[in-house]
């Protein structure tokens, strides 16, 4: 399905416009919205950290100028966007495979630390929250779907290359992380990749590694900035969203959409000011119309057994079946242990039902599609 909006356009294919508007607009107030906010609150933290004068700026503000100045650049057109997309990502990449690198071969641990008998805190499945947030942003290829030149072959290249860098270099770090302190030294930290730094290079060390997960961050955030938009965008198509969200001006892409995305976490960074519940608060939602996306592999293939498809998902019907249970379990252990952001989180997805009544006449008038 090689259109621009990404689980919208499974989503309204497999379950239909309702289960679809709800899905845009969580990503609106949560997915997109609530993960660039946390995103440029840890991202001012380390900044703040790494420059002492910018410390005694308020991190909101730090937060929100940094996330307008990407706006900025995202507004100047896809071939600039692409640019400082890619020197981001690069440079990130190259950082974290030197730390990699040097941590193990000059860096002071021991294997030691990976026998650790430390008790468990906390609920599993809660701390795969923060996991997920930690990869949110392995699909947003999907997003460009309809900007992707011969998407059967590249959309899956890019999303199965993407996972497998990520999920390799992301691995590496934690094992590094373990190299470098027990467990015992990580419970409760925030900070754990300068702690970690610390501990193998010394003070001077820890300056590196939290320049590069300053960069990482603002990468991630980046990366959110340019993709939320087309969902939005894909709505205003459908007459689910305001029309006006449906203009796409020549190279700066779905412009308005882009500026409402930067208002609305602009006005999260000020309501919460505190990187971990608002990640709660955007995960619980997020992994709800996660599953869902991944449940319409089944019910898409059941609709429609004679459609063209040019991949083939492996492991099908099991993984599907899989990450469904997974997710049922994070959602369940986060409303029993995280109920205030749980609550919050279902409240905004549902919050979108009454929007969707009062909008929906206008989905029987879908816009002209305009190509960005």
Known sequence: MPEAGGEYIFLRGAYGPVVAYLSGWTSFFAGFGGAIAAALLAFAGYISSLFPALGELDARLLAITTLWMLTAVHLGGLRLSGKLQTVLAAVTVMMMVALIMSGFAIGHGTVAHFRSSAAPQGSMAVSLIFVLYAYSGWNAAAYLAGEIVEPEHGLPRALIVGTVCVGGLYVALNVLYLWALPISEMSGVMAIAERAAVSMFGQRGSRIVTALIALAILS?????????????????????????????RGRSGPTAAVILQSAWASFLILAFAVFERIVVYAEVAITIFSAATVAAVIVIRMQRPRAVRPFIMPGYPCAVLAYLAICAWIVTSAALTRWAETILGLATVLGGLQIYWLLSPGAKERVPRVQI
């Open 220 to 248: 991630s955030a980046s990366a959110m900035v340019v993709a939320g938009p087309r969902v939005y965008f894909a709505m205003a198509h459908d007459g689910v969203f305001p029309r006006a969200f449906a203009i796409a």
